[in-house]
């Protein structure tokens, strides 16, 4: 998996998808700091998100992005979309692999190296690791640190992706500290004072 240190962010979607959610998606996927665009969304049923995910993959296409589906080979396989991306509850990676052959498959390793060696192991194309920050996304189980990274990048190559709680106050922090890929959802999307094209040019 190539790294463009350009392009280190990887955005993933909001909880709902709204019908302005399309033109913000433009609007930030423009930016040309983006590698990756995950669609998550954890509540919505599998025709309503076959019917989403078909519309940001053209979206995503025309920016060069890559488009990777949250806990779900399956849709993944059937929209070819660009890969998916497992937490350590959804379908094993072996079995993902079967339906998704070379495409791209990343894993949650929260904040622990014994889950990254197993991810390796098992020919994951990148690791998540995190929570780096309090992050109001996501319930926070798991906190995260920069040694972490650290650690890892001694022994492994593999792209990490960083992720909770990233802004334009705290994200140089981790890519000074070899993190790859900045995942970042809420700042974007949930951002009270700034608009999302606005928040990502904060980000340079």
Not at 57 to 82: G, H, M, Q, T
Not at 114 to 139: E, Q
């Amino acid at each position: 998996m190539k790294i463009n240190k350009k392009k280190f962010l990887y955005i993933i979607s909001p909880n709902k998808i709204l019908k302005t959610f399309y033109g913000d998606l433009i609007a930030v996927l423009r930016s040309n700091k983006i590698s990756f665009f995950q669609l998550r969304l954890k509540k919505t049923n599998f025709k309503d998100k076959l019917k989403i995910a078909k519309k940001i993959k053209k979206i995503c296409k025309k920016f060069n992005v890559k488009l990777l589906i949250n806990d779900d080979p399956i849709l993944a396989r059937k929209i070819n979309a660009d890969g998916c991306h497992l937490g350590q509850n959804d379908m094993n990676i072996k079995d993902a692999r079967k339906l998704l052959k070379k495409k791209i498959i990343g894993i949650t390793c929260h904040n622990s190296l014994k889950l990254a060696k197993i991810a390796i192991k098992n020919r994951a194309d990148y690791l998540a690791f995190g929570a780096f920050y309090f992050s109001n996304t996501k319930k926070i189980k798991f906190k995260a640190n920069l040694n972490l990274i650290k650690k890892l990048k001694k022994t492994s190559n593999i792209p990490v992706v960083a992720i909770g709680g990233i802004n334009n106050l705290n994200y140089k922090k981790l890519l000074l500290n070899k993190s790859d890929f900045l995942a970042i959802s809420g700042y974007i999307w949930n951002n009270k004072k700034l608009k999302p094209q606005e928040a990502i040019k904060l980000l340079k």
